[in-house]
Structure formats: structure tokens, C-alpha cells
């Protein structure tokens, strides 16, 4: 039987485990990323580690989240990371550069290597052919550290891409039909593979907006075949010497299939408030739009704004509608700037933001009351724009675009011709703002510099043979970690800062959360399917520990999120029978007795005290994960060990 394109690179980085769906297996990282919002804590746990250099082939440090500096925060955080990483062998991206996946595709990706990141669209990697995973901070400090990566082995899909993309229908429109025919749970466990002849009419940046947005389907990863687009791609960022042929065997074998005929497929667009909620543009033609953004790691490529340019040449957008274009790196806005395309796209009114984030966290250009907002980027959760009423919906640059010059939701393919775009055989290459480690002999004489926003570690709690605690919060299907711990320009700056953050703990479904947690001392959450989707922020598993939340019980967990609540030493449960949820209030106390012995047999009954109900629980951990729970965390069980 032939192998999966991600099947060769496990086989090739497995250093232990069976590659059998299910099983649990540790992988060999050779590069790892970090950014500044999750970056700060990430390495703070690598110091603890004692460790001189990292140990991977190349870390970076990008710095492209927390860039509103409107106090000393962020700017402090960002010299932090700055003097870790050039102590301990890490490059390091300063603010301005751009976006953390557009750089590493264009500057550091490699066909084949392993790479995580403290960020859940690390996948945009797979673009070119890279095993790219988001992860929590801490796997990240450990991979750096030389430590494997564990994850479950994941079942192995299959796209299969025919026909060729209609004018005005581009890569995200596919994105948006696999989350259409997936949903945002549908991809958890499995890697994504795309293939087919339809690929081929697919450049680098548009199978990377595949890539990037496959994390919305909850999946481990996905992954295109590293073929001549490829090295055409990496030849134009000068790094040809990177190239490495990679495809899937012709006898490989897929757990599930799907077909999309690229001819058929038309604008779609993803409503309020998930990303699978995905309709055709025209059904909601006339929808008057406040805000169109553009940009975020998702649509920030060259080919993207030079689409938009060609677009906008000439035209001026509709005075009700405020635009912004946020070019992906430092890159794309010079190219643009030297062909002339950026004049084209300020002259028609929209606002020109810097190569980061910016709007897709939150950091800044929040829509207007109960606006409508239409962005080019990969998650419209409630609350995420920083407007708690505004109305965010996800579409392609193109729609985006067309929104600006009517004022309304339109389809693209009313604007008249599309543009040629071609791909640069050569992109311009100025990596002036990425700072080279100091070397191996000097390193002991650098400073680390701290700032007085970095609060201590909270410390974990061993997980007990008993738990008797009342339920701090019940919530439904789908509670994402923007839920848990939202982001946005007020809260991020204090990422380095749990019990500042963790006023703000699931705020956005319970204000009242944090002081009730507290309150209680200890206490547990009960979720519905897909609990903890989306970001990789470990601070969603942190900030309920330092509250004392001891156990989270669901339907169905992501699979970032359950790694980072075992990291915090938070025990993750989820129900023998779904329909069990229902037999849970908040404010019920539960018993969880001989938890140990539980955790031997994968099974658990709950007792609940309040209504007498008992409610079998599936406990299955693997023997590293009993440990590191039973230690009281991944950094307390690093340290035992
Ligand atoms: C996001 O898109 O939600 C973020 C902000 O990039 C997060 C990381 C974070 O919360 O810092 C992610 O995707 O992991
Ligand atoms: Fe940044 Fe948005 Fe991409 Fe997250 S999804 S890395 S916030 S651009």
C-alpha cells in the first residue's frame, strides 16, 4: 500500500508510535514559529527549560499581532522576544515585516520539513508541501527545545480539484465550499490533501489561502503535493536550493474523498457568525456593507492585492463604506509600491494598514455599531472584530472589492472583465527586517529584557484521585477560544499577564464567569461538539486553570485545545452518550471518584449530587498524557523529568 503525501513526511520525522489512525505518535520538528500575542509565553516556558539554543533547524520569532503599542505593553513584550530569541538561536521578525505565515512561506518554508507554530493557521505551510501544524505555546517551547511533537495519528482525505476557476471565483471561494461541505468540525482528526488536475492551475499564494483556511475544518493539517509550481514559486524567492519534489503514491489510500469541479463553482460567501455558515454571494445581493477589510494571513499575497489594485484602478468606493487594505509582509507592499499598483488602491479612498493582523484580531478598525463588515479573512466569531453587535461575513478579495464600489453585497462577476494578474518571476528580496541570532560563543552576554507587564507563571494543581466541584459555566456546540478567551486591541496586550486576563474569561458568553470561578475555588466547565475551536491560544486552557477549573466535560473537544488543557493540568472529559449533556445544569455539583483507576480503564461515571443522575464519561488518555495530568501539567512533568 503507498503512502499519503503526509504519510511520507510522518514516516520520515516519526520518532515513536504507530501510524495508525487514532494511535498517538511523536514527531521530529524541524522548524517552529511563534508569534507575538501567543510568542511571549511561549518563551517564557522555554526558559524555564534551562536550554542554551534551540534545537531545531530554524525557529522564528515574528512579531505581527500585538502592533497597536497604546502603552508600553506590547512594546515591552516585543523587546522581550527580541532579546530571547537573539540569546537562544531564534531569527527574529520585527513588527512591520508582516504577517508571521505569509513571511515564513515566502522567506523560510521547505517542502517536506515538519514545522509548528504557536498560531492555528501554521498550516498555510502546507501550501508548499510542509507538515505545518498550529499548536499550543508550550509544544511549541518543547519542539524548540529539541522535544518531540505528539499528536494523533490522523485518518488521511482527499480534494480532488477538476476544471479551472471561473473569473471573479477564486482560492478562497474553494476554501469556502469545503467549509460549506465540511463545517467547522468536519475535518477534525484528519490531514486534507489536495490533488487532482485542478491543482495545477493553482499558484503557491492561492494554495496557501487553501491551506490557511483548511484549520477552519477543524483539521490537523492540510497539504498540497510540492510539485514545478512549487519551485517556480521558491525560484522567484531566490531559494530554488529549497526545493524538493513531493506527490502521494498513486496507490495511496484516503479515509474519505471529495470531488469539486472548479468550473462549477461561484463567489460564496461565509454569513455570521461561523465560518461554514457559507451561502452564494448573490443570495444576499443588496445587503447594505459599512467595512470592507482586506488582508489577514489568509488573503495578503501579492496576487491578492495585485487583483485588488487592478480592481479598484481608477475607481473611487462608496462614501458609506470605510476600506482597508493590510498588505501580508514588507514584501508585497514594497512590490506594490514599485509597480504603481498601491497608488491605484489608495486613490480609490481606501486606507492603507500595516503588513500585520491588525482588523483579524481585533487590533484596530473594529466595524461601527451593529455594522456589516465584509473581510477577506478566515473567522467571523462573535465578538472577534472588537464590536460586539457587528455583523462580520468572509469572502474572496474579489467580492470584497465589490462591496467597496457598491456599498452593498454584490457578485463579482457583475464588474465587467477581470484583470490579467500574472505571478512575478521574481519577487523583490530585502530581508533587512529579520535579525540573525547572536552566535553560539556570544550569546551568554545578552540581556533578556523584561518589562513589568510579564507577570510569574500561575502554577498548576495536580489532577487528584477525587474531584468534587459545582459547574462554573454550561455551554453549547462550538464554543471557540475566542469564546473562552477573547483577543481584540484592549486584552491582547496583556497576554504575559494571566490574572489580568482572566477578568475576561468567557466573556463574550458570561461576564459574570470570572467572579463566579473564583468564588467557587474549584470548579467545572460542560461544553457541547467542538469544544475550544480555532485559535491556538494556550491562555484559553491557562486562564480557566488559574480560575480553578479542574475539568471540562463535552460532547467533543478540538484538537489544539484538548493538547493545551492537558498541558495546564486540566483533566478533558467528554460524555459516553452525548444526549448525557442534558442531565448537567450549571450550578449542579458533580463527583468524579477513583479518577486514577478511571483513567486505567478510559471510562468514568459522574456522579451528579444535585439531581442523583450518574453519567458514564470516556476518560482516554494516553500513559504520557495520565502522567502529565497526574504531574499537574506538561511544565511541571518537563521539570519531574
Ligand atoms: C487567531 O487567528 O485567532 C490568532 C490570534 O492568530 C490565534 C493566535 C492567538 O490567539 O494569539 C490563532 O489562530 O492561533
Ligand atoms: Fe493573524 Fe488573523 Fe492570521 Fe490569526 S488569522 S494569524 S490574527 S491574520
Redesign the pocket.
Known amino acids: 500500500m503507498g503512502y499519503t503525501i503526509a504519510q511520507k513526511i510522518i514516516k520520515s520525522h516519526l520518532i515513536s508510535g504507530e501510524m495508525t489512525a487514532g494511535k498517538e505518535i511523536a514527531l521530529k520538528i524541524d522548524q517552529t514559529l511563534t508569534?507575538d500575542?501567543?510568542g511571549t509565553m511561549a518563551y517564557l516556558e522555554f526558559e524555564t527549560m534551562g536550554l542554551k539554543r534551540v534545537k531545531t533547524e530554524k525557529s522564528v520569532a515574528y512579531i505581527d499581532?500585538n502592533t497597536l503599542q497604546s502603552g508600553f505593553e506590547n512594546a515591552d513584550d516585543h523587546r522581550y522576544i527580541q532579546s530571547v530569541a537573539e540569546k537562544h538561536g531564534i531569527y527574529f521578525s520585527r513588527p512591520g515585516n508582516g504577517i508571521c505565515h505569509q513571511v515564513h512561506l515566502e522567506r523560510f518554508g521547505i517542502p517536506g520539513k515538519t514545522l509548528i507554530g504557536s498560531?492555528?493557521?501554521t498550516p498555510t505551510g502546507g501550501g508548499i508541501g510542509m507538515l505545518a501544524m498550529?499548536a499550543g505555546g508550550l509544544d511549541v517551547a518543547v519542539a524548540m527545545g529539541g522535544g518531540a511533537y505528539y499528536i494523533t495519528m490522523p485518518k488521511m482525505y482527499k480534494v480532488n480539484l477538476t476544471g479551472k476557476l471561473k473569473p471573479f471565483v477564486s482560492a478562497k471561494d474553494i476554501s469556502l465550499e469545503i467549509l460549506r461541505i465540511l463545517s467547522v468540525k468536519g475535518g477534525v482528526g484528519a490531514i486534507i490533501e489536495w490533488g487532482g488536475e485542478g491543482i495545477k492551475t493553482l499558484s503557491v499564494p492561492e494554495r496557501a489561502t487553501i491551506t490557511n483556511m483548511g484549520t477552519e475544518l477543524g483539521c490537523t493539517t492540510s497539504i498540497f503535493p510540492s510539485d514545478d509550481i512549487t519551485r517556480q514559486f521558491l525560484k522567484a524567492q531566490g531559494r530554488e536550493k529549497d526545493f524538493v519534489e513531493l506527490q502521494s503514491d498513486a496507490d495511496a489510500v484516503y479515509d474519505k474523498t471529495i470531488e469539486i469541479n472548479l468550473d462549477t463553482l461561484v463567489p460564496l460567501i461565509a454569513c455570521p457568525h461561523s465560518p461554514d455558515n457559507v451561502v452564494e454571494v448573490s443570495s444576499l445581493k443588496g445587503t447594505k456593507v459599512d467595512q470592507v477589510c482586506i488582508g489577514s494571513c489568509t488573503n495578503s499575497s501579492l496576487l491578492d492585492m495585485l487583483k485588488v489594485a487592478a480592481l479598484l484602478k481608477g475607481k473611487t468606493i462608496k462614501p458609506s463604506v470605510s476600506l482597508s487594505v493590510s498588505p501580508g509582509s514588507k514584501q508585497v507592499l514594497t512590490m506594490l509600491s514599485d509597480c504603481q499598483a498601491l497608488g491605484d488602491i489608495l486613490a480609490s479612498g481606501a486606507r492603507l494598514l500595516e503588513c500585520t493582523?491588525g482588523p483579524?484580531?481585533g487590533m484596530g478598525f473594529s466595524p461601527n455599531s451593529a455594522g456589516v463588515s465584509l473581510r477577506t479573512f478566515n473567522?467571523n466569531f462573535e465578538g472577534r472584530s472588537g464590536t460586539a453587535d457587528a455583523g462580520v461575513y468572509l469572502v474572496s478579495p474579489e467580492t470584497a472589492v465589490a462591496a467597496a464600489l457598491t456599498g452593498e453585497i454584490t457578485d463579482p462577476r457583475l464588474l465587467g472583465e477581470m484583470p490579467k494578474i500574472n505571478m512575478p518571476d521574481s519577487f523583490k528580496i530585502n530581508d533587512t527586517a529579520v535579525l540573525d541570532p547572536e552566535t553560539e560563543e556570544l550569546c551568554e552576554k545578552v540581556d533578556i529584557l523584561r518589562g513589568p507587564n510579564i507577570k510569574p507563571f500561575p502554577s498548576s494543581k495536580k489532577v487528584s484521585d477525587n474531584l468534587c466541584a459545582k459547574v462554573s459555566l454550561k455551554v453549547g456546540d462550538n464554543i471557540t477560544?475566542?469564546h473562552i478567551m477573547p483577543?481584540g486591541a484592549k486584552i491582547l496586550p496583556y497576554?504575559s499577564n494571566i490574572p489580568h486576563l482572566s477578568q475576561f474569561c468567557f466573556g463574550v458568553c458570561d461576564k459574570k464567569f470570572p467572579e463566579r470561578a473564583k468564588a467557587l475555588g474549584e470548579s467545572i466547565v460542560v461544553g457541547g461538539i467542538n469544544y475550544g475551536q480555532?485559535?491556538?491560544?494556550e491562555h484559553a486552557a491557562l486562564v480557566p486553570m488559574y480560575l480553578g477549573v479542574r475539568a471540562v466535560i463535552t460532547k467533543s473537544f478540538a484538537r489544539i485545545h484538548v493538547a493545551n488543557l492537558i498541558n495546564a493540568g486540566i483533566m478533558p472529559l467528554t460524555f459516553k452518550n452525548p444526549d448525557d449533556y442534558e442531565k448537567i445544569a450549571e450550578g449542579d455539583s458533580l463527583e468524579l471518584r477513583n479518577i486514577y483507576e478511571s483513567m486505567d480503564n478510559g471510562e468514568a461515571v459522574l456522579k451528579n449530587i444535585t439531581n442523583g443522575e450518574e453519567i458514564p464519561l470516556l476518560c482516554e488518555f494516553t500513559d504520557r498524557q495520565k502522567s502529565i495530568l497526574k504531574a499537574g501539567g506538561l511544565l511541571a512533568f518537563t521539570k519531574e523529568n
Open positions: 508569534q500575542a501567543t499581532h498560531d492555528s493557521h498550529g493582523c483579524c484580531i473567522r477560544t475566542d483577543a497576554r480555532g485559535s491556538s491560544r
